[in-house]
T-cell receptor
Framework: AQSVTQLDSQVPVFEEAPVELRCNYS??????LFWYVQYPNQGLQLLLK??????LVKGINGFEAEFNKSQTSFHLRKPSVHISDTAEYFC???????????FGKGTMLLVSP | IAGITQAPTSQILAAGRRMTLRCTQD?????MYWYRQDLGLGLRLIHY???????GKGEVPDGYSVSRANTDDFPLTLASAVPSQTSVYFC?????????FGSGTRLTVV
């Protein structure tokens, strides 16, 4: 079975500061990895995904993530955040042989002026 | 606009009542899913369907049923609602590229 751990439930940060949201996964097989963002009272929007190839993945809104197989991590980073980045961020994993997606419990990113 | 349509947007339901949440996609994706989202628990899979005519149980299937008569529709039914089913429900579909989510149904069982 696969699982996802998001180590921080909340991350407060000031505007224009860098941020890293941490995600670790466990799986016995090859995986696909995803980050989703959820703005208040909205559905989930795909930020970026790792399916294969380069371990550094760039997504929308200036976010990027790096797949580290030895550390089973897929941390999300942004060099300079904006107020509008305030949202909940979910890491998710899917085994390459199956289609169901397992989510972490989410990290609330709180950006203040 | 291609995507997933969920209905209703929100609902208050008396305990013991039957309720069907509707989900329709127009992307011709084979796989569809129902998740519930609860504060501090993230999204948990209720049921899924890899293709029309087949369904499977997810992490939290008890109290819910689904059907997949065709590719586009994947309704979720609560046979006899209980307060612990108060949640936000998201329908999703997928192809090889990833998941597309609906906007959610906020259900309150009182």
């Amino acid at each position: 079975a696969q699982s996802v751990t998001q180590l921080d439930s909340q991350v407060p940060v000031f505007e224009e500061a860098p941020v890293e949201l941490r995600c670790n996964y466990s799986s016995s097989v090859s995986v696909y990895l995803f980050w989703y963002v959820q703005y208040p009272n909205q559905g989930l929007q795909l930020l970026l995904k790792y399916l294969s190839g380069s371990t550094l993945v760039k997504g929308i809104n200036g976010f990027e993530a790096e797949f580290n197989k030895s550390q089973t991590s897929f941390h999300l980073r942004k060099p300079s955040v904006h107020i509008s980045d305030t949202a909940e961020y979910f890491c998710a994993v899917r085994n390459s042989g199956y289609s169901t997606l397992t989510f972490g419990k989410g990290t609330m990113l709180l950006v203040s002026p | 606009i291609a995507g997933i349509t969920q209905a209703p947007t929100s609902q208050i339901l008396a305990a013991g009542r039957r309720m069907t949440l509707r989900c329709t996609q127009d992307m011709r994706h084979n796989a569809m899913y129902w998740y519930r989202q609860d504060l501090g628990l993230g999204l948990r899979l209720i049921h899924y369907s890899n293709t029309a005519g087949t369904t499977g149980k997810g992490e939290v299937p008890d109290g819910y049923s689904v059907s997949r008569a065709n590719t586009d529709d994947f309704p979720l039914t609560l046979a006899s609602a209980v307060p612990s089913q108060t949640s936000v429900y998201f329908c999703a579909s997928s192809d090889s590229g990833g998941y597309t989510f609906g906007s959610g149904t906020r259900l309150t069982v009182v």
